[in-house]
């Protein structure tokens, strides 16, 4: 009786072998995905977010369609109050920015709005709430920043630092919002005082540069597209 001599399989991969082609497409995917977002198209850079929110949370959206919507609703606020040269708005693929400078929003020494601001913040407010509140997407977050110039407030009896300056004002701003129907779970106001300015304060021989200084006192508004993934 011959012995059958017993073929070896010669198609039988070892087994790290499955798990380093896993190692190899994940990485692959990993660099496309950074590939990806490193294109400047605010368009694709929403498509991964979305992608990546709704893997994260469980949650579908649909479009990014409202910030464009709201971002054109913003800019018309801003062209009939006739206040352009004060207020800039701009989309980007995280949300919207909106910065508005010092001087349009308070009087010296000052963290309350003024008054013929007052009704800018309230529609400011309502298109928010009108849009995002009443779409299929709710993960929006608002960020309000107070930013100062590099001087200290000292002709300001009120305010001891540009930290407490800059946190009234942007608490200010908050307060505004929040009367004109913004919820409070969806706004928080942040004290960023001079750490984060636009422009240089000063020259290289450390000299003051006034209009530099002007532009650095300022509130930004972030109206950010996901909160957090819950």
């Keep these: 009786m011959k012995k059958q001599i017993k073929k070896e399989d010669k198609d039988v991969v070892p087994g790290y072998m499955a798990t380093y082609g896993d190692m190899v497409t994940l990485l692959m995917a990993f660099f496309v995905l950074l590939y990806a977002m490193s294109d400047p198209d605010p368009g694709k850079f929403e498509e ?33 109050k006739e206040i352009s040269d004060n207020v800039e708005i701009e989309l980007t693929p995280s949300g919207i920015e909106i910065k508005m400078e010092g001087k349009a929003l308070f009087a010296p020494c000052s963290a309350e709005v003024l008054s013929d601001m007052e009704p800018v913040i309230s529609s400011i407010s309502n298109v928010i709430t009108e849009l995002l509140d009443n779409s299929d997407y709710k993960g929006y977050m608002i960020e309000v920043e107070g930013h ?7 002709p300001c009896p009120n305010f001891e630092t540009n930290w407490d300056l800059s946190a009234y004002r942007a608490t200010g701003v908050v307060e505004q919002l929040l009367a004109s129907g913004i919820q409070k779970e ?45």
């Design 186 to 230: 969806k706004i928080k106001a942040i004290a960023m005082a001079d750490s984060d300015p636009l422009v240089p304060n000063t020259d290289e021989n450390g000299i003051s540069i006034p209009e530099n200084q002007a532009k650095n006192r300022r509130v930004e508004i972030f109206i950010n597209k996901f909160n957090n993934f819950k």
């Design 48 to 80: 991964i977010a979305a992608a990546m929110y709704e893997e994260m949370s469980g949650e579908e959206l649909d479009t990014f369609t409202e910030f464009n919507e709201l971002t054109e609703n913003l800019q018309e606020i801003i062209d009939e």
């Design 148 to 154: 100062t110039d590099n001087l200290p407030p000292t």
